[in-house]
């Protein structure tokens, strides 16, 4: 059996606001007639559910203008 995966590149980054757990199960404290939980599905408001969020563009030297 072939080692673990190598790491690879992605186009995304874990969302730093809900660190990739982007919907949330809350208990709003009320019960169904079968005596399971009401629950309310939240979205992470920054990723909007997605769990990542894209990666923001670097400078580079050629970027940047400098004044003479």
Not at 29 to 45: A, E, I, K, Y
């Amino acid at each position: 059996m072939p080692g673990p995966n190598p790491a690879t590149i992605t186009s995304a980054r874990i969302c730093p606001n809900c660190d990739g757990f982007a919907t949330a199960a809350i208990p709003a404290g009320t019960r169904h007639r079968d005596g399971t939980r009401v629950l309310l599905h939240v979205d992470c408001g920054t990723c909007h559910g997605a769990g990542t969020v894209p990666l923001r563009p670097r400078l580079t030297m050629a970027d940047v203008e400098v004044a003479a």
